[in-house]
């Protein structure tokens, strides 16, 4: 299956990106609710999900879902503590959970409080992951019923970055991933995990994106991107910025 042209649904302004993301995830939220009884999503980091966080938990829109039939993992996370400013997990608290009073018990962070060795903190993860599906490593991936995700500069989405071992992972769910360039580690899902989402959708803004927005519609690309959208359906939020350039 090739999938590698997106159609976008693009917004002219970020307010308005924001609120066409924000109820095609209520709709899959619904979805996954009214068919199974709960939700299970994946959540991504950036100051796009930020705003969209905050949409979903605004007092217009958070009786649109039953909020207590969802599950939040993460689709990535810096080698951070859950309270540093870099912690996605934290940014998820401060504009959604707390917002919309989400039960603990709900919530799976990547990161143990206090902060374990990140190849451990991957390890407790895909325990957890396969804890939905009832199977042990290395057998059927979990299934999400939506991933969220943004796109870097450089094609990358999670913690899957161009030129990193986490590339190559079919029997991990979850890996701590070297990222050469940004001397660190990060946690991230793997491509499995993505493939076999329900849903998959990205939300990307600004003009800093528009070359990699292209360059993975590209059949050749090898961009991390480009390998997920050649092998299954996604579906993507963009602004006239990413579009355009300007």
Not at 93 to 99: E, G, M, P, Y
Not at 110 to 128: F, G, H, N, T
Request: proline share 7%; charged share 20%; net charge negative.
């Amino acid at each position: 299956m090739n999938n590698a042209l997106i159609i976008p649904s693009v917004s002219a302004t970020i307010d308005e990106l924001v609120a066409q993301c924000g109820h095609y995830v209520q709709q899959k939220l619904n979805l996954a609710i009214a068919q199974r009884g709960i939700a299970r999503m994946a959540l991504a980091g950036g100051n796009t999900p930020k705003a969209l966080y905050a949409w979903l938990a605004s007092s217009a829109q958070a009786l649109q879902v039953d909020w207590s039939r969802v599950q939040f993992y993460f689709g990535d996370e810096r080698p951070v503590p859950r309270s540093h400013p870099d912690s996605n997990y934290g940014m998820a608290k401060t504009h959604l959970f707390d917002t919309l009073r989400i039960n603990p018990a709900q919530i799976f962070p990547m990161i143990s409080e206090p902060m374990l060795d990140i190849v451990e903190e991957a390890a407790r993860y895909e325990k957890i992951l396969d804890s939905l599906s009832g199977q042990s490593s290395g057998r059927t991936p979990p299934v999400l019923d939506l991933a969220l995700n943004g796109m870097g500069a450089d094609g990358h989405f999670a913690s899957l970055f161009p030129n990193t071992p986490a590339l190559l992972e079919n029997e991990h769910w979850v890996v701590a991933n070297p990222v050469e360039k940004l001397a660190t580690q990060r946690i991230t899902l793997t491509y499995p995990v993505f493939e076999q989402a329900r849903a998959v959708c990205f939300l990307v803004a600004g003009t800093d994106k528009q070359d990699a927005f292209f360059a993975v519609q590209q059949p050749d690309s090898e961009l991390p991107v480009a390998r997920l959208i050649r092998k299954r359906q996604t579906d993507w939020f963009v602004d006239q910025a990413c579009i355009e350039g300007i």
